[in-house]
């Protein structure tokens, strides 16, 4: 458990950086304070960006391997049109009647199994997330969360403690109990979906031992800041199972895995043969407009809806759903989740011929336009350190990926759905440049 950012700017090494950009950060640190954070041991300064690039004010374009709120592509002109539309002709909020809430109220829960019939909107995923703890607790009556060892769920009081990424300082009401990754390489030989589900009801045991009734298991369905784990297929099952014969409800976080980025249809979940009880997605949802969501059965609103007066200003204004609309269309129309599941294995698949030929890198995990890459100690220095080095490497050549995982120590490479196979090469070529240099 680390409260440190795996690819951050430390601030101490500004006086490193050109006389304009050292200022600007100065600037920064003054007026928003100590809790903000950069990327990068030299930050980015984009001033534009479109489909997969972004521009900094001198002109010079970087490779976007690593955003995944512009799903569609920065600045895509559908999604813009969109938004200056609305924003011309009208933006309040759900207390009037609008139809385009509920025009794309049905479009999206067209995407979803039938079983999923209300939507309620917020404005980031964390707040989705946040409502959704609040619809677990309403309908089990329990206070008891089960969550993976290195999760990431949120910022508010209620999803920070159950984002263990963040530290152990956050605390709340609730209970919080961890469990492993599904990780083959702690699974033994038992498998990924035994194992998992040997660590769910290691929970469950530990929940019912203190008396406590559990409200749910959330998880990241692609795993993200646990270290990118997608296989195989189905392995949530019995875990999900165990989960709801004690009382609790599944809860699918999608807002990183959500919106086709997995090549497999637009939801991570899908790929376990599973139908959640709720689901909360945000991010890419408005391609980088604050619109997020909840959807549910509808059963467990009942008694929330009924004992709780629940209002959000902003959560699916008619300009933020405008932009959603248009994501939504974006993706269907230009085959967005096809070329995930197609260029996603190709990157993949040339990914894991590089780790066989270069000991350096290790396992190769993910699916469609979200992969994550082991990156192995060498002499002297920990995975985590070679990790930053190829990603600051990839960044003073201007490509953008992070780095995951408890330790910092698997490469994040999660670019806009766009993203083609020229890219995937132009990436390629860098990464190949990046870890000739590590070589020196």
Same mark, same amino acid.
């Given at each position: 458990m680390t409260t440190r950012m795996v690819n951050g700017f430390d601030p101490s090494q500004a006086g490193k950086l050109p006389n304009a950009?050292?200022?600007?950060?100065?600037?920064?640190?003054? $007026?928003?304070?100590?809790? @903000?954070r950069l *990327?990068?041991? &030299?930050?980015? &300064?984009?001033?534009? +960006?479109? +489909?997969?690039?972004?521009?900094?004010?001198? +002109?010079?374009? @970087?490779?976007?391997?690593?955003?995944?709120?512009?799903?569609?592509?920065?600045?895509?002109?559908?999604?813009?049109?969109?938004?200056?539309?609305?924003?011309?002709?009208?933006?309040?909020?759900?207390?009037? %009647?609008?139809? /385009?809430?509920?025009? @794309?109220?049905?479009?999206?829960?067209?995407?979803?199994?039938?079983?999923? +019939? &209300?939507?309620?909107?917020?404005?980031?995923? /964390?707040?989705?997330? =946040?409502?959704?703890?609040? #619809?677990?607790?309403? /309908?089990?009556?329990?206070?008891?969360?089960?969550?993976?060892?290195?999760?990431?769920?949120?910022?508010? =009081?209620?999803?920070?403690?159950?984002?263990?990424?963040?530290?152990? /300082?956050?605390?709340?009401?609730?209970?919080?109990?961890? #469990?492993?990754?599904? =990780?083959?390489? %702690?699974?033994c030989n038992l498998g990924v979906e035994t194992a998992f589900a040997a660590g769910v009801q290691a929970a469950l045991d530990s929940i019912a031992a203190q008396g406590l009734k559990p409200a749910a298991l959330m998880v990241d369905t692609i795993f993200s800041s646990d270290g990118v784990f997608a296989d195989p297929p189905g392995f949530l099952r019995t875990a999900v199972n165990q989960v709801r014969q004690a009382g609790g409800l599944f809860i699918? =976080?999608?807002?990183?895995?959500? *919106?086709?980025? %997995?090549?497999?249809? $637009?939801w991570g979940f899908s790929r376990h043969g599973l139908v959640p009880d709720l689901v909360t997605m945000g991010k890419p949802m408005g391609n980088g407009h604050p619109v997020a969501a909840m959807l549910a059965r509808p059963v467990l609103l009942e008694r929330f809806g009924m004992?709780?007066? @629940?209002?959000?200003? *902003?959560?699916?204004?008619?300009?933020?759903?405008a932009a959603a609309q248009a994501v939504l269309d974006v993706i269907a129309e230009e085959g967005l989740v096809e070329n995930a599941r197609a260029v996603g294995l190709y990157l993949r698949e040339a990914l894991i011929a590089r780790a066989e030929a270069d000991e350096r890198l290790g396992s190769v995990r993910g699916s469609g336009l979200f992969i994550g890459v082991d990156v192995n100690p060498a002499s002297g220095s920990s995975g985590a350190a070679q990790a930053a080095r190829i990603v600051n490497g990839l960044r003073e050549r201007h490509v953008l990926i992070s780095a995951s995982g408890p330790a910092g120590d698997v490469l994040k490479i999660r670019p806009p759905l766009p993203f083609g196979r020229d890219e995937a090469d132009y990436f390629l070529a860098t990464l190949d440049d990046v870890m000739r240099t590590l070589e020196q």
């Open positions: 950009e050292a200022a600007l950060i100065a600037r920064r640190q003054r $007026l928003l304070g100590p809790a @903000y *990327f990068y041991e &030299h930050p980015v &300064h984009p001033v534009r +960006g479109e +489909g997969v690039w972004l521009y900094d004010r001198d +002109g010079t374009r @970087y490779l976007d391997v690593y955003n995944n709120v512009p799903v569609v592509g920065h600045c895509h002109p559908r999604v813009v049109e969109a938004i200056a539309r609305q924003a011309a002709r009208l933006n309040t909020h759900t207390r009037y %009647l609008h139809e /385009s809430i509920l025009d @794309y109220a049905e479009a999206l829960l067209a995407t979803v199994p039938r079983e999923l +019939g &209300h939507v309620m909107f917020t404005c980031t995923g /964390s707040e989705a997330n =946040d409502l959704a703890v609040r #619809v677990a607790k309403a /309908s089990t009556n329990g206070t008891a969360f089960i969550v993976t060892a290195n999760a990431y769920h949120g910022v508010t =009081d209620a999803v920070a403690a159950l984002s263990p990424l963040l530290g152990p /300082s956050n605390t709340s009401t609730l209970n919080v109990f961890t #469990v492993p990754a599904p =990780d083959q390489r %702690l699974a699918a =976080d999608e807002v990183q895995a959500g *919106f086709g980025r %997995l090549g497999d249809g $637009l004992a709780t007066r @629940y209002f959000n200003t *902003f959560g699916g204004n008619p300009v933020s759903i």
